[in-house]
T-cell receptor, first 119, second 110 residues
Framework: QVQLVQSGAEVRKPGASVTISCKVSGFTLSELFINWVRQAPGKGLEWMGGSDPEVDETTYTQKFQGRVTMTADTTTNTAYMALSTLRSDDTAVYYCATLSDGDFAFDSWGQGTLISVSS | QSVLTQPPSASETPGQRVTISCSGGSSNIANNYVSWYQQLPGTAPKILIYRNDQRPSGVPDRFSGSKSGISASLAISGLRSEDEATYYC???????????FGGGTMLTVL
């Protein structure tokens, strides 16, 4: 059973950058398709992108292209999501989640990390 | 605005059955598997249904999923107060080359 544990809440000013982490246990990170999903306050779920280990490729949704970077450290079994040039509307809870191959279902989720952007 | 359309809200009394719909299109629901998630207030989403109608272990059989054409549905029978949550559908979209979420349906158990 995969467990995903995310880093704690972050507060940033507009224009700053932030990196949050997602520690994986129960599986090797390189076996997992780690994706990032965000949820603004009172809003729905929004897919940001993910890393497919089978093709060693990371895909970002167009909305975040150029501002987001998703990486992985296989030595520590930890995935990272960095978001730059933060704006107030980036305030949201950010989740890491595994996407199952073939089913394309998000079968395991981290607990979420709140990123607050405010001047 | 999500291209997967769900009703924003639904309500039903305890013990009854409720159905939540998810409407998509040819690039998503028509040709790909639909999954459903339950999100209780203040918590991360939890998978309820995958591959249109399959339940992960531990999910009660009160929850069932179906798909037909470009639409999918989640049915919850024998409603309980603890089923009050927001429910999301999701599916891979071939045009986006990524997953899409529906806008979510907030279920109230009256």
């Amino acid at each position: 059973q995969v467990q995903l544990v995310q880093s704690g809440a972050e507060v940033r000013k507009p224009g700053a950058s932030v990196t949050i982490s997602c520690k994986v246990s129960g599986f090797t990170l390189s076996e997992l398709f780690i994706n990032w999903v965000r949820q603004a306050p009172g809003k729905g779920l929004e897919w940001m992108g993910g890393s497919d280990p089978e093709v060693d490729e990371t895909t970002y949704t167009q909305k975040f292209q150029g501002r987001v970077t998703m990486t992985a450290d296989t030595t520590t079994n930890t995935a990272y999501m960095a978001l730059s040039t933060l704006r107030s509307d980036d305030t949201a809870v950010y989740y890491c989640a595994t996407l199952s191959d073939g089913d394309f279902a998000f079968d395991s989720w981290g607990q979420g990390t709140l990123i607050s952007v405010s001047s | 605005q999500s291209v997967l359309t769900q009703p924003p809200s639904a309500s039903e009394t305890p013990g009854q059955r409720v159905t939540i719909s998810c409407s998509g299109g040819s690039s998503n629901i028509a040709n790909n598997y639909v999954s459903w998630y339950q999100q209780l207030p203040g918590t991360a989403p939890k998978i309820l249904i995958y591959r249109n109608d399959q339940r992960p272990s531990g999910v009660p059989d009160r929850f069932s999923g179906s798909k037909s054409g470009i639409s999918a549905s989640l049915a919850i029978s024998g409603l309980r107060s603890e089923d009050e949550a927001t429910y999301y559908c999701a599916v891979w979209d071939d045009s986006l080359s990524g997953p899409l979420f529906g806008g979510g349906t907030m279920l109230t158990v009256l």
